[in-house]
């Protein structure tokens, strides 16, 4: 009866010769890679990889994950009376009929229904501490209060432009309800608000106090245009990633006014847009948190997985023919 001989010399000088081409701490490093990459990949198939649940319930275009916001004191203003047709009760979050759309009907009309945050708790809020960029919103939301207010007050008088006017008006008198809210909040979260405006702001009302006529409507469109422009980039950042409801809330609504702000103050006609700074995408596609990759980039993952998968391979080749070599 014949059997194996592990103690053969020829056999010795294979165990030898593989013990030397794959040493243990490479044997590890071939096996967790294969390993590694053999699970990442089924969990990419299977929709397992996190954030991947996520991503698979985040509502798409066309259908809009509404929540009622009755009591909310940060809800948007009610949509405008539209062309009659399905027009949503304020608040209530309802779903304008799609189906009656037409191919040449815009994105959004006055029919569109406004968007509510949830309804937040103040004693939630509270139990969630501020960041310094939570705590930057009320206050740059305070000081555009600050030097708006009595800038749009002004263009009633000095203004030439029927057009600046009516903006001004407007603009002031948006800006005296966010003041109101943004004080309220502000004590209500103990957030230190500034009593004057900034600085830059405060030069640009003396440059305004200074013009007339022609001049003076140019310089107010550009000044406030900038300044609103400067505004809801903060706004949408800290919209995009505050952890508190309650300031969410806020923003949602100081964002949907500065937007009609920045539209009023085109519609004149006079803002300079070659001289507003150019767009910067900031960290719009960066990395998340999930070991560099980006949630939003199945295809990153795949790559990476299969690079992984491919040094394992390779780690395994070179690994053979120094086996063959030493045989």
Same mark, same amino acid.
């Given at each position: 009866?014949?059997?194996?001989?592990?103690?053969?010399?020829?056999?010795?000088?294979?165990?030898?010769?593989?013990?030397?081409?794959?040493?243990?701490?490479?044997?590890?490093?071939?096996?967790?890679?294969?390993?590694?990459?053999?699970?990442?990949?089924? =969990?990419?198939?299977? %929709?397992?990889?996190?954030? *991947? &649940?996520?991503? /698979? +319930? #985040?509502? $798409?275009? @066309? !259908?809009? =994950?509404?929540?009622? %916001?009755?009591?909310?004191? *940060? &809800?948007?203003? /009610? +949509? #405008?009376? $539209?062309? @009659? !047709?399905?027009?949503?009760?304020? %608040?209530?979050?309802?779903?304008?009929?799609?189906?009656?759309?037409?191919?040449?009907?815009?994105?959004?009309?006055?029919?569109?229904?406004?968007?509510?945050?949830?309804?937040?708790?103040?004693?939630?809020?509270?139990?969630?501490?501020?960041?310094?960029?939570?705590?930057?919103?009320?206050?740059?939301?305070?000081?555009?209060?600050?030097?708006?207010?009595?800038?749009?007050?002004?263009?009633?008088?000095?203004?030439?432009?029927?057009?600046?006017?009516?903006?001004?008006?407007?603009?002031?008198?948006?800006?005296?309800?966010?003041?109101?809210?943004?004080?309220?909040?502000?004590?209500?979260?103990?957030?230190?608000?500034?009593?004057?405006?900034?600085?830059?702001?405060?030069?640009?009302?003396?440059?305004?106090?200074?013009?007339?006529?022609?001049?003076?409507?140019?310089?107010?469109?550009?000044?406030?245009?900038?300044?609103?422009?400067?505004?809801?980039?903060?706004?949408?950042?800290?919209?995009?990633?505050?952890?508190?409801?309650?300031?969410?809330?806020?923003?949602?609504?100081?964002?949907?006014?500065?937007?009609?702000?920045?539209?009023?103050?085109?519609?004149?006609?006079?803002?300079?847009?070659?001289?507003?700074?150019?767009?910067?995408?900031?960290?719009?596609?960066?990395?998340?948190?999930?070991?560099?990759?980006?949630?939003?980039?199945?295809?990153?993952?795949?790559?990476?997985?299969?690079?992984?998968?491919?040094?394992?391979?390779?780690?395994?080749?070179?690994?053979?023919?120094?086996?063959?070599?030493?045989?």
């Amino acid at each position: 009866m014949t059997g194996r001989n592990d103690n053969a010399p020829g056999n010795r000088r294979v165990q030898r010769t593989v013990a030397d081409a794959l040493p243990g701490r490479s044997l590890t490093l071939f096996v967790a890679l294969i390993a590694a990459g053999s699970i990442a990949l089924g =969990a990419t198939s299977l %929709g397992w990889w996190p954030g *991947a &649940a996520a991503q /698979a +319930a #985040e509502p $798409g275009v @066309g !259908t809009p =994950a509404l929540r009622t %916001g009755q009591g909310n004191p *940060a &809800a948007v203003p /009610a +949509a #405008e009376e $539209g062309d @009659g !047709t399905d027009t949503p009760a304020a %608040g209530t979050g309802d779903v304008r009929d799609t189906t009656k759309d037409q191919a040449t009907d815009p994105v959004v009309t006055s029919a569109s229904p406004e968007p509510l945050p949830p309804n937040p708790d103040l004693a939630t809020a509270r139990s969630i501490p501020l960041t310094e960029a939570d705590k930057q919103l009320l206050i740059k939301v305070r000081q555009a209060g600050l030097w708006e207010i009595p800038s749009g007050e002004q263009a009633q008088q000095k203004a030439e432009s029927p057009i600046v006017k009516a903006v001004g008006r407007q603009l002031a008198a948006d800006h005296r309800k966010l003041d109101d809210s943004v004080r309220k909040l502000a004590a209500d979260l103990d957030v230190v608000l500034p009593s004057t405006p900034s600085e830059l702001q405060q030069g640009w009302m003396a440059e305004l106090s200074k013009a007339s006529g022609a001049d003076y409507d140019r310089l107010f469109a550009d000044r406030l245009r900038a300044a609103h422009g400067t505004v809801f980039n903060i706004i949408a950042q800290v919209r995009t990633g505050t952890r508190n409801p309650i300031i969410r809330a806020y923003a949602q609504t100081a964002n949907t006014v500065v937007m009609r702000h920045m539209t009023l103050l085109e519609s004149t006609g006079l803002v300079a847009f070659d001289d507003l700074p150019a767009p910067v995408l900031s960290q719009a596609s960066s990395t998340s948190g999930s070991g560099g990759l980006s949630e939003s980039s199945p295809g990153m993952r795949t790559m990476a997985i299969v690079a992984m998968l491919a040094a394992a391979g390779l780690i395994g080749l070179v690994s053979v023919r120094r086996i063959r070599r030493g045989a």
